[in-house]
């Protein structure tokens, strides 16, 4: 795991906290940052898992 994936998730999980912390005070402001947020997380987990994978890739040709 590297610190895009963890990063990431943070963010995605941040981002949900106060997407659900919006909808239950009525704030449509807090609901959009929320949503924001988490789409920012998932993509930095995204480039993390991707990153993860060309390492992987990397290492195994080199055990071949």
């Known amino acids: 795991m590297n610190s ?3 990063k990431g998730s943070v963010k995605d999980v941040a981002g ?3 997407r659900k912390l919006g909808e239950a005070i009525g704030s449509t402001e807090h609901q959009v940052k929320g949503a924001a947020t988490q ?3 998932k993509a930095q987990k995204a480039v993390g898992d991707a990153r993860e994978a060309v390492k992987d890739t ?3 040709q080199r055990r071949i």
């Open 4 to 6: 895009d994936q963890i």
């Open 16 to 18: 949900k906290a106060q």
């Open 39 to 41: 789409v920012e997380g």
């Open 58 to 60: 990397r290492d195994s």
